[in-house]
């Protein structure tokens, strides 16, 4: 071989192992596991959670108990884990301090108990309704009544309204498409067990994002989470909004290995 063939030999060499340390050192962007969906003149980012296939988990305060507040908190409270983030989402409504304002289940503990008052609001507008996932990995939306009624044991659960979709139904107070327009979020549960959390990209509609649920996604159950403060956390879209303080939040993560 020529010396000048070697130098290029080496060359190549050095190039290749030079580009397999750059590769492990920046690896490629995580694969988006929220999409954009558009129904009926509106964008919405919808968020499919499988059970069995990701982690989910609920959360409001740190380790030491301060109230999160936002997504740049919950990456710290994460620690390494927070590499494992597939979204993460505001998961109900609260008190001004961040504190869930109805039932609030971490992990099987009850932080904040089930709210059944009257009041005014979107989360007295009746029937509100729980997201739960049971001991056993069941996953539901149901009206607080029903959540009730069926005493099982959960490990995750949060309380907010009011219920957008009903056993197929549209709540009776909502209409098809209202006058109130805000950016929104909400979470439904298909008859597979599979939980859609959504977040529209523009301000909608009440009933415009019930329809969503029922008609698009075929969630005969979906539970508003809330307005205004609705807020994503997307690493796969390059995407965290801090412009709110949130209170609980929704987290799904990567099984760890």
Not at 118 to 132: A, E, I, T
Not at 150 to 170: E, F, H, N, Y
Request: net charge neutral.
């Amino acid at each position: 071989m020529t010396l000048a063939a070697r130098f290029v030999m080496i060359l190549v060499l050095g190039l290749a192992a030079f580009a397999g340390r750059a590769d492990s050192a920046n690896p490629p962007a995580r694969e988006a596991v929220c999409a954009p969906r558009a129904f009926d003149g509106a964008s919405f980012l919808i968020c499919r959670w499988t059970p069995g296939a990701e982690t989910l988990r609920l959360d409001w305060t740190d380790a030491a108990g301060a109230p999160l507040r936002s997504f740049d908190k919950l990456q710290q409270a994460l620690g390494p884990a927070a590499g494992r983030v597939r979204f993460a989402m505001n998961a109900g409504m609260f008190e001004d301090d961040g504190r869930p304002l109805g039932l609030f289940i971490a992990d099987g503990r009850t932080l904040s108990p089930l709210n059944r008052f009257h009041g005014f609001g979107n989360f007295y507008l009746k029937p509100n309704g729980v997201f739960s996932v049971s001991a056993d990995g069941q996953v539901q939306i149901e009206t607080t009544d029903a959540f009730v009624s069926a005493a099982r044991k959960t490990a995750w659960a949060t309380q907010s309204g009011p219920m957008l979709v009903i056993d197929g139904q549209l709540h009776p107070a909502i209409q098809p498409d209202g006058p109130s327009r805000l950016i929104r979020n909400a979470v439904g549960v298909d008859a597979d067990g599979s939980a859609y959390f959504v977040i529209s990209q523009a301000p909608v509609s009440f009933g415009k994002l019930a329809r969503l649920f029922r008609d698009e996604l075929h969630c005969p159950n979906a539970l508003f989470l809330d307005g205004t403060v609705s807020s994503l956390w997307a690493p796969g879209l390059n995407r965290r909004d801090n412009a709110r303080l949130i209170g609980p939040i929704v987290t799904v993560l990567d099984r760890a290995p």
